[in-house]
């Protein structure tokens, strides 16, 4: 009798030891609800057929929309707010030039430019203030000094207190639009986006996915119309060059290079509303964390 408990007992054992190998230990992140926001699980949601260029810097300069290879100038891979980014820096005068096609050019009737940057503040001469103008994302004007977008870090910046100058020209006239003393620029990741509705003539300046200069009226109205585009410049200013891309007289003495990363450089033939501005910074901080 105490022979049959035990052979019960070592079946019951076995039997629970196969039953256990058979069901995958319990995970309940595959149980959780897909995150959303603003009703948008995925960046890839956000205006899709709108993408007019995405630079995602994994690796490759390569735009994931058109397939044409940014030319470098002394950039570098290293680790970006998602995967890689852009690596810049000032020692080595360094920035990209992307050939425009018409999608990112004629096409952008309205348009949004966002990016992510993490500058690092550079002080050589110990004043508090940067040491020239630092570029993030311009369109070259090949017959004007100033482009078609300047977009810059000003001079008199410091840590505390930082001024960011975004640079339009239309066609018809140009518009600047300034976001004085913020505060936390450098060294750590911010987002910046600028939208353009060609229905309002209206330009819109977020960071962080929230408004920073609210909706400005254009020196133009209706569709925005770049003249004279040349090259796309990530890093620089479109004069800083080598050679400079401007007419004017080339580089600046109060004008310097972008040091730090850059990433996720997306173009947009549309301008992005309000909540798909500030559910794609969302969106790409879970992705980055």
Not at 200 to 219: D, E, H, Q, R, W
Not at 249 to 264: C, N
Request: glycine share 8%; charged share 10%.
């Amino acid at each position: 009798m105490k022979n049959k408990y035990v052979k019960i007992l070592f079946v019951m054992v076995v039997t629970g030891l196969l039953l256990t190998s058979c069901y995958k230990e319990f995970d309940p992140s595959t149980y959780a609800p897909a995150f959303t926001i603003n009703g948008f699980s995925s960046i890839k949601q956000i205006k899709p057929g709108n993408l007019a260029g995405y630079w995602a810097f994994n690796e490759s300069l390569i735009d994931s929309v058109s397939s044409a290879l940014a030319t470098n100038s002394g950039t570098s891979f290293v680790n970006g707010f998602i995967g890689k980014g852009l690596s810049l820096n000032v020692a080595n005068k360094s920035y990209i030039l992307i050939n425009p096609t018409p999608a990112i050019t004629s096409g952008l009737q309205s348009f949004t430019v966002s990016f992510w940057v993490n500058p690092v503040f550079m002080d050589a001469n110990s004043d508090n203030k940067i040491d020239g103008i630092l570029g993030f994302v311009n369109l070259s004007n090949v017959n004007n000094f100033w482009g078609n977008i300047d977009w810059f870090v000003e001079n008199e910046s410091n840590p505390n207190a930082a001024k960011v100058v975004v640079h339009i020209t239309g066609g018809s006239g140009e518009t600047w639009i300034n976001k004085s003393n913020f505060n936390g620029l450098f060294g750590k990741w911010t987002n910046h986006t600028i939208t353009y509705d060609a229905s309002t003539s209206m330009l819109t300046y977020y960071i962080n996915g929230s408004v920073a200069v609210p909706a400005t009226t254009t020196a133009w109205t209706g569709p925005v119309s770049f003249a004279n585009s040349g090259a796309w410049v990530f890093g620089c200013v479109h004069f800083q060059t080598n050679p400079s891309l401007t007419s004017g007289s080339g580089s600046q003495s109060w004008a310097s290079y972008l040091t730090g990363t850059l990433d996720e450089v997306r173009i947009y033939n549309a301008a992005l509303t309000a909540v798909e501005v500030n559910s794609l910074v969302v969106l790409q901080g879970k992705a980055g964390n």
